[in-house]
């Protein structure tokens, strides 16, 4: 968080609240009933649009480095006041069998960004991802780009780079913090995005989620592409934005607290980006969003975390909607579904939640104790990036882990993980779940990552009165007993200094990390994580030099090694050209082209096995050939590709003006299988198609005066005639 913003954290009164009122009896109690509040019922869906657009088209390495926005603390982000129910007991998923077993490969690490050069004030936020060449860090408020082998390509902050074009709004020189980076696999693209909002517009918004979109796989040579979505016109910020990536969109949550008064919070807000579109540039592109209940069943709805997808542990079904889950005020993971339908954005449903009992736990320390230094917060117990989605021999799991505490009376910090079955759309029983202390140090942070054979890997930070905070990670395979990490601790690093001091308001500098990042190399194996550490021993906050790592490893048995591509076959069988085809197989991860019959298409690997490609302009009957740089497979049977449909033309449209709500009627030809109708200012309208000829589409809140636009897969048609947008 931002130091700019105003906001109490949560004291330690509640926390001693929470610990007094923590565990029901016995392990795996279900939570109390959940039946859905009235005002949870049926959220209305609400399509946004850009409210700037900008690109860049030069190397990121050619920017001026930017200037610092130098603060002090950014306060903890606040929480409901929910008490988990019942009364402290045992943990039942505690491990009670300690990990032996070391066998991972000995990981190597290097220096990632610092509060000194690159810092705006503590904590970091500290998280990165990683890609087939590069690992991209964010922290509060820069950007860091790597090789693989830890040289660094280039470094700016998020000021400097939305500067490079302007979208006219805060997100070109008024970047907060609050980062996150994803690197999508399915476009082979790169996601960096923080929040902005006018210095003097905290009190009053507007608020903005900043989102630069590499055009290419190169996030340093590439170019970028820079939206600036509105997320807030009043007094409210969305805070803690999260997002996740999925084939059909970026999805992102925040917690929404008023910037004024005594800043309470109002609810969580949910969106849906249109990944494509944004891939594409599209200076237009959609976006869908829900305000969520803020209770359901009497329990504060807070802090939901998005699916987060890997083509490497498999993508989601055809049509799957994304899992938004969390874990608050009841011993329950309460997962709600979003399903997007970017046709009629109106149609988007965000349904929930299903009530998933977990073991009871312990409500963590709100703060931990280091060597020679102040004492570090936990954020315990809100769910910690990200919510990792796997789809592995057909069994679709999410996999979630949060700070516990083991309730004694000097409570240690644990770390506690979940995988929850979500196969085919159902959520299940929770498949396993356990609390990782294997000895009285507290550990705390964490984020979960899991390849593409199953195997799970947890990072975290550990830190004890007797020693210096420190970055460890331990893990299991996925033929392992269940609710074990079987994976003896590692160390990335061990820092040798600590956190000190007071900020100007005389306030304690406890702040640490918010958050960590571990993640899966698109090569499957390969686990990278990245969190925060000190080196030095400092005496005044000027001294007080916050360091970050970025580290790599491999657990046992997993191979890189790529096998050539196969082709097993492809639906459908036929098309025109814009036809998009689902080609199964084999080998297809890190696929540099698809051809049909030796014309190359556009494509995204949705996992190893299957990939989506669009029948290109040009192309002839013919096989199907996939190519990696293992090989190349080919279809044994042929792709029959047949005459194109012909592009759509608006000749009129009735009436040619009318208010929001109103019905229009667009004559023309070739309109059936339209995939959007947008009105003036390029703003998606509702529709439904009559014929061939005819098209009913309903005037869109935001719709400006102008012409309208059909599209369908055959192309575009806008109308000559303009509509005005009247007040009645």
């Known amino acids: 968080m931002n130091g700019k913003l105003v906001r109490a954290a949560i004291t330690a009164a509640v926390i001693a609240a929470f610990v007094a009122a923590v565990a029901l009896v016995g392990g795996g109690a279900a939570p109390p009933a959940d039946a859905a509040d009235p005002s949870a019922l049926n959220p209305q869906a609400r399509a946004v649009s850009p409210e700037g657009f900008g690109h860049f088209r030069g190397n990121v390495r050619h920017i001026p480095r930017g200037n610092l926005v130098r603060s002090e603390g950014r306060p903890e982000p606040k929480s409901p006041n929910d008490v988990l129910p019942g009364k402290t007991s045992p943990d039942t998923a505690l491990q009670t069998a300690p990990a032996v077993v070391t066998a991972s490969t000995s990981p190597s690490s290097f220096v990632g960004l610092d509060q000194a050069n690159w810092g705006a004030g503590w904590p970091p936020d500290p998280n990165g991802d990683v890609g087939p060449n590069n690992y991209v860090q964010t922290v509060n408020t820069s950007i860091g780009i790597w090789g693989k082998d830890g040289t660094r390509e280039a470094n700016f902050t998020f000021d400097s780079l939305f500067s490079q074009a302007a979208t006219g709004t805060p997100c070109d020189n008024s970047n907060q913090g609050d980062p996150v980076t994803v690197y999508d696999p399915f476009g082979d693209r790169w996601i960096v995005t923080d929040f902005a909002w006018a210095d003097a517009q905290f009190g009053t918004g507007p608020f903005y989620q900043c989102m630069a979109v590499s055009k290419t796989s190169d996030p340093v040579a590439g170019g970028w592409y820079f939206y600036a979505w509105k997320t807030e016109t009043g007094a409210n910020l969305p805070d803690y934005p999260k997002l996740g990536v999925w084939p059909d969109g970026i999805y992102m949550s925040a917690n929404v607290f008023a910037s004024t008064g005594a800043q309470s919070f109002q609810n969580v807000q949910v969106w849906a980006f249109n990944r494509e579109q944004m891939e594409a540039g599209n200076p237009n592109a959609q976006g869908v969003t829900f305000a969520v209940a803020k209770t359901v069943g009497g329990v504060s709805v807070f802090s939901l975390l998005p699916s987060n997808a890997r083509a490497v542990t498999g993508a989601p079904p055809a049509g799957s909607p994304n899992y938004f889950s969390s874990i608050y005020g009841s011993y329950a993971i309460r997962t709600w579904k979003f399903h997007v339908d970017w046709t009629t954005p109106s149609n988007s449903t965000f349904t929930g939640p299903t009530n998933t009992a977990i073991s009871t736990f312990n409500v963590g320390p709100s703060n931990v104790p280091e ?32 700070t516990i505490g083991n309730g004694a009376t000097a409570n240690v910090a644990q770390v506690r993980w979940y995988e929850l079955p979500v196969t085919g759309g159902a959520v299940g029983a929770v498949r396993q779940q356990s609390t990782w202390a294997p000895d009285a140090l507290n550990r705390f942070m964490p984020s979960l990552a899991v390849d593409k054979k199953g195997d799970m890997a947890i990072g975290y930070s550990v830190s004890d009165a007797s020693m210096y905070p420190a970055i460890r990670y331990s893990g299991r395979l996925a033929g392992d007993p269940v609710n074990q990490l079987t994976q003896a601790e590692q160390t990335l690093v061990q820092g040798l200094g600590f956190q000190c001091c007071t900020f100007s308001d005389g306030s304690t500098n406890n702040r640490w990390g918010d958050y960590s990042a571990m993640s899966i190399d698109p090569d499957g194996c390969t686990f990278w994580y990245t969190g925060e550490y000190y080196d030095a021993h400092p005496t005044t906050k000027a001294e007080d030099n916050w360091q970050t790592r970025i580290g790599s490893f491999q657990l046992p048995g997993c191979s890189t090694v790529q096998a050539a591509p196969a082709v097993s076959g492809f639906t459908p069988t036929s098309g025109s050209p814009g036809t998009s085809v689902t080609v199964s197989g084999s080998g297809f991860t890190g696929a540099s082209s698809v051809k049909f019959n030796g014309t190359a298409a556009t494509f995204t690997v949705n996992s190893d096995a299957q990939l989506t490609a669009t029948v290109p302009t040009g192309a002839t009957s013919g096989t199907i050939a996939v190519t990696t740089a293992a090989g190349t497979g080919t279809s044994s049977g042929s792709f029959t590709v047949t005459a194109a449909a012909a592009a759509p033309t608006i000749s009129s449209i009735s009436p040619t003006s009318g208010p929001v709500g109103a019905v229009v009627a667009i004559s023309g030809s070739n309109l059936t299988g339209a995939t959007s ?3 003036g200012g390029g703003v998606s309208a509702s529709f439904t198609v009559a014929s061939a000829s005819r098209i009913n589409a309903t005037v869109p809140s935001g719709a400006r005066s102008g012409t309208l636009t059909v599209t369908t897969p055959s192309g575009s048609a806008t109308s ?3 509509f005005r947008v009247s007040k009645h």
Not at 374 to 402: C, F, K, P
């Open 371 to 402: 060597r020679d230094g102040n004492a570090l917060d936990t954020l315990t117990y809100r769910v910690m990036m990200q919510n990792q989605y796997t789809n592995i021999g057909g069994r679709e799991s999410l996999w979630l882990t949060h």
């Open 677 to 679: 109708v947008r009105f």
């Open 720 to 722: 000559s005639q303009s």
